[in-house]
Structures are given as structure tokens and as C-alpha cells.
């Protein structure tokens, strides 16, 4: 069960259609325009692909799973940047013109697994067989240096994998859209610069890909499996920046208490807890 309504004002949890009534009758809820949200509602509850996709592939584990089957609450404008980033492509969308394919999803195992991507645009360029692989991003601010942020070199290099291209032959460029404008960032090729300064590959081979996916797939294939989520004291320390904007933070938490009790009483190490609430002054 994803999302299925917004937080009031207060805090008080109210159904989609609830909402979605009121605004239309009186013009907003909660101070929020019936045509926002009306938006955004299609946005949250439009049918997802079964299976792994990549994007579940960059985030915390525990997330993906709780929020797939748990009802959940959101304040209405937290469910804005996803809202923007979906605009933006559907803007963008009819302006590939007919060289290039656009939000196509593509399929792939690995080791008996599926993952699931869909690259915003792939276009051949030149006349050999070289590839331009593109993903738009919208953000509030443009990025300050000329460098993709990592978690986006990592969905742009699985993406070049899942469609079999070859890396040697593939640009790859992370778009990043603002209201401020447009700054279309390639990843860069390894090599020397004349000065001596050594630069690292920012295109990845299919075996750095893969050494990446079997950290990361098989977390998410057990939960599936087994039906419960990895236990917060076992999600990786590199995951936890997610919890900040997690919308199934009390849940996890709470769940956690249990999962730490279980484990010590199996004699297994626990070797984190949630952070404790800070009391308001
Ligand atoms: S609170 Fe943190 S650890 Fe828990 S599900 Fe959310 S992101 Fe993952």
C-alpha cells in the first residue's frame, strides 16, 4: 500500500478523494489549489511496474518495501518535486524529435533477477554507432561544478547497462533543469589532463555495474521474498542520508524496536538503533 492521502494542517491524516473533495467544492485544501493536487494525486497513485527498478535500486531497501505495503500519509508538498519532475518530462517528452527513443522501459536479469529502468531519452549521434544516453533532472538550484551528483552517475551507468550499450561507444549526460536554467552535465572519460592531473573514469563497465548490482539487488529480491523489510539495524550506513525525507520514519522506527528485541533474543549482533527524539524546548 503506497501513499493514500495527505496530512491537514494539523497533522490530521485525510484520504485522497476526501481531500480531493473539498478542494473541489471550495477551490483548495489546506490552502493548496484543487488543480495541484488533483495532480499530484495521479502522480502518487499511477500504476508502478512490478519487480526492481533502478531507481529502488539507489535508495534505502527498508524504504522501498514499507512503502509498497504500507498505508501512509504526506504533507501535500512533499509530493511537489516528484509533481515538477514529472512536468518537466512531459514537456520535454514531445521534443526528441523522431532520432531518438523516449521513456522507453527496458528489462534485464541479473543472476535470475529482474530490474527494470526507463532512461528518459537514448539517440544515435554521428553516423557510426554511437549512442547518446540522456536523463533529465529537475532540481530547485543547478548543480555549482560540472560534476553529476553520484546517485545520478550511478542511475545513468545502470541505465547504459540494462540497454546493452556499449560504454566505449555511449555519451552519457545528466540534464539538470531549473527555473533558473539548463546544465547539461556528460560523464567523464578517464585520462591525464595536460597539467598531469589524473581523472578518474566516470563511465562504468558492465563488471563495475555488476559488482555494484550484487550489493545492492539481492537486499531488495530477500525483502520481496521473505515478505519483511531488511531490519533497520542492518541497512547500510551509506543509505541512512534517506531517512531525512523518509515519509515512513515513525513506522521504521517503531518496527525497529521490535526487530533489535528479536535479534538480541537470537543472540545476533545489533549494532544500531534509531536516533532518539530530541525533546523541544
Ligand atoms: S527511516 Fe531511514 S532506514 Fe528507515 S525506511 Fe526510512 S530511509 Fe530507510
Not at 493514500?4 to 471550495?26: I, M, Q, R
Request: aromatic share 8%.
Amino acid at each position: 500500500m503506497p501513499q493514500v492521502g495527505w496530512l491537514d494542517n494539523n497533522g490530521k491524516p485525510v484520504a485522497f478523494a476526501d481531500a480531493l473533495a473539498v478542494s473541489e467544492t471550495e477551490g483548495s485544501w489546506n490552502g493548496v489549489p484543487h488543480e495541484v493536487l488533483s495532480l499530484m494525486a495521479q502522480q502518487v497513485t499511477k500504476e508502478r511496474p512490478d519487480g526492481i527498478s533502478v531507481t529502488q535500486l539507489l535508495g534505502c531497501p527498508r524504504k522501498v518495501f514499507l512503502e509498497k505495503t504500507t498505508e501512509f500519509y504526506e504533507a501535500p508538498l512533499s509530493n511537489w518535486p516528484a509533481m515538477r519532475g514529472t512536468l518537466v518530462h512531459a514537456i520535454l517528452e514531445g521534443q526528441s524529435g523522431d532520432g531518438a527513443t523516449v521513456e522507453e522501459r527496458y528489462e534485464k536479469q541479473h543472476r535470475g533477477v529482474t530490474i527494470s529502468g526507463q532512461p528518459d531519452s537514448v539517440r544515435a549521434v554521428g553516423k557510426g554507432k554511437k549512442r547518446l544516453l540522456r536523463d533529465w533532472k529537475s532540481t530547485n538550484k543547478l548543480p555549482q561544478y560540472d560534476s553529476a551528483y553520484s546517485s545520478h552517475k550511478l542511475q545513468v551507468n545502470i541505465y547504459r547497462w540494462l540497454l546493452d550499450l556499449d560504454p566505449r561507444l555511449t555519451e552519457i549526460e545528466v540534464v539538470y533543469i531549473s527555473m533558473d536554467g539548463v546544465k547539461a552535465i556528460a560523464l567523464k572519460r578517464g585520462g591525464t589532463t595536460k597539467y598531469g592531473r589524473v581523472i578518474a573514469d566516470e563511465v562504468m563497465t558492465d563488471e563495475q555495474v555488476e559488482d555494484y548490482l550484487d550489493k545492492r539487488l539481492f537486499v531488495l529480491d530477500a525483502q520481496n521474498k521473505q515478505g519483511k523489510p531488511v531490519a533497520y539495524h542492518n541497512v547500510d550506513e551509506e543509505d541512512l542520508w534517506n531517512c531525512n525525507f523518509c515519509p515512513i520514519k515513525n513506522l521504521c522506527y517503531n518496527l525497529a524496536a521490535d526487530e533489535a528485541r528479536s535479534a538480541f533474543l537470537a543472540d545476533e549482533p545489533v549494532k544500531r538503533v534509531p536516533p532518539r527524539k530530541r525533546k523541544e524546548k
